[in-house]
């Protein structure tokens, strides 16, 4: 039997898309329930770890290098990466603080303080915004990636457009 063996950027993209959509969907605990809510956030974590870990060179390099010559685009990328993390940290972190289902799991229970409910709630609202500037810094990468790896192996290679024949008014083809 044949592996599927997936390139970096297959990867890459199933890794952060599968995140993407497990955080949207964590964002509406009314639509998914408190037990999907909380088992997914921690899925999610698992999910930002192992992205942290296929991205791992790459953060060496920008660490070493940012105090020097940096492309603008990687410094922004950077700086956004960082207080997503922070942000994605202090929800999933709030989130255990605050748990109903997960920590009865293992025989805990979860503080009722209002300070960590409303540190996971502002936390996630400014989240959303970061996520949605990270997918708009990396959107053409998305895009193209989609196209490459998805897109053309289903629909084949666009087809090359032909141009309307005009007809001149005499009836004849230009």
Same mark, same amino acid.
């Given at each position: #039997?044949?592996?599927?063996?997936?390139? +970096?950027?297959?990867?890459?993209?199933?890794?952060?898309?599968?995140?993407? $959509?497990?955080?949207?969907?964590?964002?509406?605990?009314?639509?998914?329930?408190?037990?999907?809510?909380?088992?997914? @956030?921690?899925?999610?974590?698992? *999910?930002?770890?192992?992205?942290?870990?296929?991205?791992?060179?790459?953060? $060496?390099?920008?660490?070493? =290098?940012?105090? =020097?010559?940096?492309?603008?685009?990687?410094?922004?990328? %950077?700086?956004?990466?960082?207080?997503?993390?922070?942000?994605?940290?202090?929800?999933?972190? !709030? +989130?255990? #603080?605050?748990?109903? $289902? $997960?920590? !009865?799991?293992?025989?805990?229970? @979860? %503080?009722?303080?209002?300070?960590?409910?409303?540190?996971?709630? !502002?936390?996630?609202?400014?989240?959303?915004?970061?996520?949605?500037?990270?997918?708009?810094?990396?959107?053409?990468?998305?895009? %193209?990636?989609?196209? =490459?790896?998805?897109?053309?192996?289903?629909?084949?290679?666009?087809?090359?457009?032909?141009?309307?024949? #005009?007809?001149?008014?005499? *009836?004849?083809?230009?």
């Amino acid at each position: #039997m044949q592996r599927l063996k997936l390139g +970096g950027t297959v990867r890459n993209l199933l890794v952060d898309g599968t995140i993407f $959509v497990g955080f949207l969907v964590a964002t509406a605990p009314h639509a998914t329930g408190q037990t999907i809510h909380e088992w997914l @956030g921690l899925a999610c974590g698992v *999910g930002i770890i192992t992205h942290l870990l296929l991205h791992w060179k790459w953060i $060496v390099n920008v660490v070493r =290098r940012y105090f =020097r010559k940096l492309p603008g685009q990687v410094r922004i990328n %950077s700086i956004l990466n960082t207080v997503l993390f922070i942000a994605l940290t202090l929800i999933i972190f !709030s +989130g255990l #603080m605050i748990s109903k $289902v $997960v920590l !009865s799991t293992f025989g805990l229970s @979860g %503080s009722h303080d209002a300070i960590w409910r409303w540190l996971h709630t !502002s936390a996630t609202n400014v989240t959303l915004i970061i996520v949605g500037l990270h997918v708009a810094l990396h959107w053409k990468w998305i895009v %193209s990636t989609i196209k =490459r790896y998805a897109w053309q192996p289903i629909f084949g290679r666009r087809q090359q457009q032909t141009q309307p024949v #005009m007809l001149s008014e005499q *009836g004849g083809a230009r």
